[in-house]
Structures are given as structure tokens and as C-alpha cells.
Antibody, heavy 112, light 112 residues
Framework: QVQLQQWGAGLLKPSETLSLTCAVY????????WSWIRQSPEKGLEWIGD???????TYNPSFKSRVAMSVDTSKNHFSLNLTSVTAADTAMYYC??????WGQGVLVTVSS | DIVMTQTPPSLSVTLGQPASISCKSS???????????FFWYLQRPGQAPQLLIY???SRFSGAPDRFSGSGSGTDFTLKISRVEAEDIGLYYC?????????FGQGTRLDIK
């Protein structure tokens, strides 16, 4: 069974870049699409976007100017970068296999 | 963006009794490919959301058969035939027919 393990910096200052990585265990990152979703008390669940194994990305327009996703097939993981963060980006960030299976989440706090 | 409206916001159910949650979308979720990309998730306390139902009425692997989904177009329902203690948590609907993917605001289920 595929498992997702994610990691990244949990505390950022305003204007910094959020970087998260999600490793895929028990399966290959190839042949599927992979998503990033975040959850905050203020906005609930928000889909950030997804990326296919062939690097085709689809981003939520709400994030489009700040977001970048990538896949590293050699390391069997995929990543999220979100630039110029503000306090409004404070949330639990989840990676997911498509929309089916979610990672455990990483809490990211943006504070000066 | 498609707005997903769940009702009720919360419900309290006696163990062994049925429960029902409604989700309405601001536009039809019937895709041009003939499928309806509508999903139900359960988020247990302290955990990531887990997929229960996909494409309106198909149970995801591992989802108990007491969960069933129905609906079409803009109106959808999740039913639990007999609530068990492990069913407590937040239930979310999600649509993937129209980009960006959007979620309902959640329905909290607890035991009376």
C-alpha cells in the first residue's frame, strides 16, 4: 500500500518561501498525479494544485503567481514551493495521491 | 469557483442510528466525459481527511459499507446506516469536475 511521508520547515517569516516535500513509499511517483491541499480554520480546505508524473501542473488561480510544484522521479518524491508567504498562509499542508490518499500533514506557521 | 454548501453544520447521533449529510454545489458537477467528480471525506480528530466515497456513490477501498453516497447534478447526500463510535469527526464534500477543486465547509458528527 502506498504511503506518503511529508516534511518541510514548520516556521517561516513573512516574505519567505514555503518548501515542502512528499515522499512516496510502496509505489512509484510515475504514472499518477499528485496534489497539495491545505487546511486552515479561516478558509477550511483549499486545493493548491497538482502535478503529473510528466511535470504537467495545474494550479489554483488563487496561488498561481506564487506556487511551483515539481516531481523528482529519481527520488520518488514531489515538492511544493510557495513564495512570499504571509500570515494568511499559516495552515496544515497535505500532500496527496490524486485526491484519494493524503499524507499526514505538516503544520506551517508564518510569523514575524 | 464552485461553492459547495453542506448541511447541517453539525449533527449529534445516537450510536446505531442513521445519519445523513447533504451537500449542494453552485453548478452541476456532471462532467463532459459523463462522470460526476464528487467525493466525500471523513477527517477524524488529529488525522488527515480520508476518502470515503468517490464519483458520488463508489466506496473507496477500506470504507465500511454502512457509508453510502447518492445524488446527481447539484445535490448530493452521504448516509451512514448505523453510526458507530469511530465515525465521529468532520465530513467534507469535494468537487473535482470544475477547476479549481473546491470543498464544503464541513459537517461535524458527534455521538449523542
Amino acid at each position: 500500500q502506498v504511503q506518503l511521508q511529508q516534511w518541510g520547515a514548520g516556521l517561516l517569516k513573512p516574505s519567505e518561501t514555503l518548501s515542502l516535500t512528499c515522499a512516496v513509499y510502496g509505489g512509484s511517483v510515475s504514472g499518477r498525479s499528485w496534489s497539495w491541499i491545505r487546511q486552515s480554520p479561516e478558509k477550511g480546505l483549499e486545493w493548491i494544485g497538482d502535478i503529473s508524473y510528466s511535470d504537467i501542473t495545474t494550479y489554483n488561480p488563487s496561488f498561481k503567481s506564487r506556487v511551483a510544484m515539481s516531481v523528482d522521479t529519481s527520488k520518488n518524491h514531489f515538492s511544493l514551493n510557495l513564495t512570499s508567504v504571509t500570515a494568511a498562509d499559516t495552515a496544515m499542508y497535505y500532500c496527496a495521491r490524486g485526491v484519494q490518499q493524503w499524507g499526514q500533514g505538516v503544520l506551517v506557521t508564518v510569523s514575524s | 469557483d464552485i461553492v459547495m454548501t453542506q448541511t447541517p453544520p453539525s449533527l449529534s447521533v445516537t450510536l446505531g442510528q442513521p445519519a445523513s449529510i447533504s451537500c449542494k454545489s453552485s453548478q452541476s458537477l456532471l462532467h463532459s466525459d459523463g462522470k460526476t467528480y464528487f467525493f466525500w471525506y471523513l477527517q477524524r480528530p488529529g488525522q488527515a481527511p480520508q476518502l470515503l466515497i468517490y464519483e458520488v456513490s463508489s466506496r473507496f477501498s477500506g470504507a465500511p459499507d454502512r457509508f453510502s453516497g447518492s445524488g446527481s447534478g447539484t445535490d448530493f447526500t452521504l448516509k451512514i446506516s448505523r453510526v458507530e463510535a469511530e465515525d465521529i469527526g468532520l465530513y467534507y464534500c469535494m468537487q473535482g469536475t470544475h477547476l479549481p477543486i473546491t470543498f464544503g465547509q464541513g459537517t461535524r458528527l458527534d455521538i449523542k
